[in-house]
């Protein structure tokens, strides 16, 4: 599904140069670096503040630390999705309340929201899935008019571009209160451990973010508020220091890939490829088919079968989690998450495809719907 090794070759000397400058400082907490790459990253986003942290899911869970809801308070957020989101809405004594998606770009919609919002809801959670985001723009309108905080889970789609309605642009991620990223080695701005962080342009809201991921502490051994500890290594920071440069070549190379499936796939009846929305630019992180009539587990296998990787991102939809099963709310009918669930199968998507790799995944899904 990756080739980390591969991508890694081509940048190995300015990557080692970066760690061994680390390991010679032997500062391995905080330091430069990760000041550095908090800068970098503002500055490619656009955003006033970064905040890094230790990986994806800590940034949700310390951006809903930040808004001081009540227990008992619900969040609404998306299910079909990866867990992360719902998982910390509930690990912090509040409840998810799961809506649907949209069928075609697999994210939640502002009316899907707003059939959930009851007098308890405080927050939401839009998941920018696969790559590309879903309709912040009326999604900002419902918050706005309910009074929620939105907070986006961007893991996905780091580097996407939003156009709102008089064509303005801005970075998913910097739309909402918060934005959350994660620097999982799969992810598009990735390293080679785990890391995270959030983005705002909210001045108290990056001071809350900073102390609570420092266990509440702004002054040594002062703690203003419950914390966690959630960091960015300084290794990590060097590393994505060095691959924020990539980041727009990388994800240059995953729109190419996506444009040849398209092209190879798009004719066959029993798949639908992925829809590019015209108010998000899709960064692939997965490249993510619907197969119909029931056959995605036996195009999975024949694949397996002749050594072409896939994967189901997402095979239950949350609300129907064991872990949720007595926590959560359904905010409205789950027809298209439960849907998908049976449709999607994700391919192989990196920066490191050869056109042979390609031509020989599209023959083999052809072959198969012969
Ligand atoms: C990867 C991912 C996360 C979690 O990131 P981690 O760094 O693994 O904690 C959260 N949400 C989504 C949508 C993700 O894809």
New binding site residues.
């Given amino acids: 599904m990756v080739n980390l090794k591969q991508q890694y070759l081509k940048i190995k000397d300015e990557i080692n140069f970066e760690i061994d400058s680390v390991l010679e400082s032997s500062q391995f907490i905080k330091g430069q670096k990760v000041s550095e790459f908090e800068s970098q990253l503002g500055e490619y986003l656009n955003v006033k503040h970064v905040i890094s942290c230790g ?4 940034a ?1 869970m310390i951006s809903l630390m930040a808004l001081n809801l009540k227990p008992n308070d619900e969040v609404i957020c998306p299910s079909f ?2 867990i ?2 719902a998982e910390v809405i509930a690990l912090l004594g509040f409840r998810p309340v799961f809506v649907d998606v949209d069928y075609e770009n697999f994210n939640v919609t502002a009316q899907n929201i707003i059939q959930a919002i009851s007098n308890k809801t405080r927050a939401i959670i839009p ?1 920018h ?1 696969f790559g590309q985001g879903a309709e912040m723009e009326s999604i900002m309108e419902v918050a706005s008019d309910y009074n929620l905080a939105v907070v986006e ?1 961007n ?2 789609s780091l580097g996407a571009e939003y156009t709102f309605k008089d064509n303005t642009t801005k970075f998913l991620g910097t739309i909402g209160d918060i934005g959350c990223t ?1 620097f ?1 080695p799969t ?1 598009n701005l990735a390293c080679y451990g ?1 890391g ?1 962080a959030m983005f705002t342009n909210d001045d108290y809201l990056a001071e809350r973010l900073r102390l609570i991921a420092n266990h509440g502490m702004k002054q040594k051994y002062r703690n203003e508020c419950i914390g966690v500890n959630s960091r960015l290594d300084t290794l990590q920071a060097g590393v994505l220091k060095v691959k924020l440069k990539y980041l727009d070549k990388y994800i240059a190379e995953r729109r190419k890939v996506a444009e040849f499936y398209n092209k190879e796939l798009e004719d066959i009846k029993q798949i639908i490829v992925p829809k590019q929305q015209c108010h998000s630019t899709h960064t692939y992180n997965q490249y993510t088919i619907k197969v119909l009539n029931g056959k995605r587990d036996n195009l999975k296998q024949y694949l397996s079968e002749n050594g072409v990787p896939s994967q189901v991102y997402y095979p239950i939809p949350l609300h129907k989690q064991q872990a949720f099963s007595s926590l959560a709310r359904s905010g409205n009918e789950m027809t298209n998450a439960e849907r998908l669930c049976g449709e999607v199968l994700s391919l192989p998507m990196h920066t490191e495809l050869s056109v042979e790799q390609l031509q020989y995944i599209v023959s083999q899904i052809k072959t198969f719907f012969q």
Avoid: P
């Avoid at 990986?55 to 800590?58: I, R, S």
């Fill in positions: 990986n994806g899911t800590d949700l999705s990866f992360s989101s998941v899935l889970d893991a996905q994660s999982f992810k785990d995270g």
